[in-house]
Nanobody, 115 residues
Framework: QVQLVESGGGLVQPGGSLRLSCAAS????????MGWYRQAPGKQREMVAR????????YYLESVKGRFTISRDNAKNTIYLQMNNLNSEDTAVYYC????????WGQGTQVTVSS
């Protein structure tokens, strides 16, 4: 039973933009603080941003501040990550999940920043 589905990744040139989406089951999404995470090759998964149940951004990784924006649409059980001015260090597989008591991880969506 798939509960988290990330999409929107791709290959983009440095300085480009992408918008990621994460569709979650209501059981995971409803009333929960949600987060975007990423895992680059050979590195541990790290939290990129998190958002309150009401839609307030609570945290951004220092390296993405001013470039990434997290948002959510509670009617659609979906969170988004708008990523601007991408650079090679943003290359990773991006995942979403509930921050407290995470559910099973989805497949993620690959973001590759390269010229």
């Amino acid at each position: 039973q798939v509960q988290l589905v990330e999409s929107g990744g791709g290959l983009v040139q440095p300085g480009g933009s992408l918008r990621l989406s994460c569709a979650a089951s209501g059981r995971i999404f409803s009333g929960a603080i949600m987060g975007w995470y990423r895992q680059a090759p050979g590195k541990q998964r790290e939290m990129v941003a998190r958002i309150s149940s009401g839609g307030t951004a609570l945290y951004y990784l220092e390296s993405v501040k001013g470039r990434f924006t997290i948002s959510r649409d509670n009617a659609k059980n979906t969170i988004y990550l708008q990523m601007n001015n991408l650079n090679s260090e943003d290359t990773a597989v991006y995942y979403c999940n509930r921050v407290i008591i995470p559910g099973a991880w989805g497949q993620g969506t690959q973001v590759t920043v390269s010229s």
